[in-house]
């Protein structure tokens, strides 16, 4: 293991390839946490609901159904997912996008979401190099994609990543691994409240709700990564991208305007561009405001 290690650090091409391939294979673990997160907390409310207002009706005896539980199979013939027919993106392409019993077609999302994944993540990787930074970096980038994809589906950022990412935020500024302490406090009190404010506003005004306490809790956390400087940025970048993405998304697939859009995929793209590139972008900002 040290061996690796050491290989890992002296040469950084083992060391992002390692990375690509490991992130790869997270990629196809991101799948299974996007589709059965949700319905696991589904399962979970239903229970809750169910045992207070219900105490003596009879517990759920349905099979368990878990990250690891049942195993995966195809949606359209229940074939049960071979090992070789599991290799993160190469049997999509083997397979030809196409089960091999049924042949019914494979959304093309999944080796999407894998490729995606191990890109960005030796992108983060290559900017910090062989580095605790680097490491967390990568966790921080997985968790996003998972948020990412999680809201676009079902409009929920689920507090099994969202609160997670907060204190692992806090804990690394106790080492000045991004940022200092009292940055990353200040950076999660202030993201939070931000949205938080803006949400009653709205509400107050519109008597309509805006967005969902998951993006409050979502720019906490990454306020407690790139600290409390840096939240600007990632607000004024998020709403950019999703105001642009929202008009075209009205424009070309003739949405209705009063169809929620989510938010958090923005913010959960700018979190990952501020903590790589924060710095530069104000800078760049500075001088343009000052040239």
Same mark, same amino acid.
């Given at each position: 293991?040290?061996?690796?290690?050491?290989?890992?650090?002296?040469?950084?091409? $083992?060391?992002?390839?390692?990375?690509?391939?490991?992130?790869?294979?997270?990629?196809?673990?991101? %799948?299974?946490?996007? +589709?059965?997160?949700?319905?696991?907390?589904?399962?979970?409310?239903?229970?809750?609901?169910? #045992? /207070?207002?219900?105490? @003596?009706?009879?517990?759920?005896?349905?099979?368990?159904? %878990?990250?690891? &539980?049942?195993?995966? *199979? =195809?949606?359209? =013939?229940? /074939? !049960?997912?071979?090992?070789?027919? %599991?290799?993160?993106?190469?049997?999509?392409?083997?397979?030809?996008?196409?089960?091999?019993? =049924?042949?019914?077609?494979?959304?093309?999302? +999944?080796?999407?979401?894998?490729?995606?994944?191990?890109?960005?993540?030796?992108?983060?990787?290559?900017?910090?190099?062989?580095?605790?930074?680097? $490491?967390?970096?990568?966790? $921080?980038?997985?968790?996003?994609?998972?948020?990412?994809?999680? @809201? *676009? @589906?079902?409009?929920?950022?689920?507090?099994?990543?969202?609160?997670?990412?907060?204190?692992?935020?806090?804990?690394?500024?106790?080492? /000045?691994?991004?940022?200092?302490? %009292?940055?990353?406090?200040?950076? #999660?009190?202030?993201?939070?409240?931000?949205?938080?404010?803006?949400?009653?506003?709205?509400?107050?005004? *519109?008597? &309509?709700?805006?967005?969902?306490?998951?993006?409050?809790?979502?720019?906490?956390?990454?306020? #407690?990564?790139?600290?409390?400087?840096?939240?600007?940025?990632?607000?004024?970048?998020?709403?950019?991208?999703?105001?642009?993405?929202?008009?075209?998304?009205?424009?070309?697939? &003739? !949405? @209705?305007?009063?169809?929620?859009?989510?938010?958090?995929?923005?913010?959960?793209?700018?979190?990952?561009?501020?903590?790589?590139?924060?710095?530069?972008? #104000?800078?760049? +900002?500075?001088?343009?405001?000052?040239?």
């Amino acid at each position: 293991m040290n061996e690796v290690l050491i290989l890992m650090e002296s040469s950084p091409v $083992f060391f992002l390839g390692i990375v690509f391939v490991t992130s790869l294979m997270v990629g196809s673990f991101l %799948n299974v946490v996007i +589709y059965r997160l949700p319905i696991m907390m589904e399962r979970e409310w239903k229970e809750a609901y169910q #045992a /207070h207002f219900h105490p @003596d009706t009879d517990a759920d005896s349905s099979p368990p159904f %878990n990250l690891v &539980k049942p195993d995966s *199979t =195809c949606p359209a =013939c229940g /074939h !049960k997912i071979r090992v070789w027919e %599991n290799i993160p993106v190469l049997s999509w392409l083997i397979l030809r996008g196409k089960c091999s019993q =049924c042949h019914a077609p494979i959304s093309v999302r +999944y080796p999407a979401v894998e490729l995606l994944t191990a890109v960005i993540s030796t992108i983060t990787a290559s900017h910090f190099g062989f580095s605790t930074e680097a $490491f967390f970096a990568v966790l $921080f980038t997985w968790s996003l994609v998972a948020l990412i994809f999680i @809201d *676009t @589906d079902k409009m929920l950022l689920p507090d099994q990543i969202t609160l997670p990412l907060i204190w692992v935020g806090l804990l690394l500024s106790l080492h /000045h691994v991004y940022v200092s302490p %009292n940055d990353a406090i200040w950076g #999660a009190v202030a993201g939070y409240l931000s949205l938080w404010s803006v949400y009653w506003l709205f509400k107050i005004v *519109t008597g &309509k709700e805006g967005m969902g306490f998951g993006d409050f809790k979502l720019l906490a956390a990454i306020g #407690a990564w790139v600290g409390w400087q840096h939240l600007p940025t990632v607000i004024l970048m998020s709403s950019a991208v999703g105001a642009v993405i929202g008009i075209a998304m009205l424009k070309f697939q &003739k !949405k @209705d305007q009063s169809q929620p859009i989510p938010f958090g995929p923005y913010l959960a793209i700018a979190g990952w561009i501020t903590l790589l590139y924060g710095e530069t972008l #104000a800078n760049a +900002y500075w001088q343009w405001v000052l040239a």
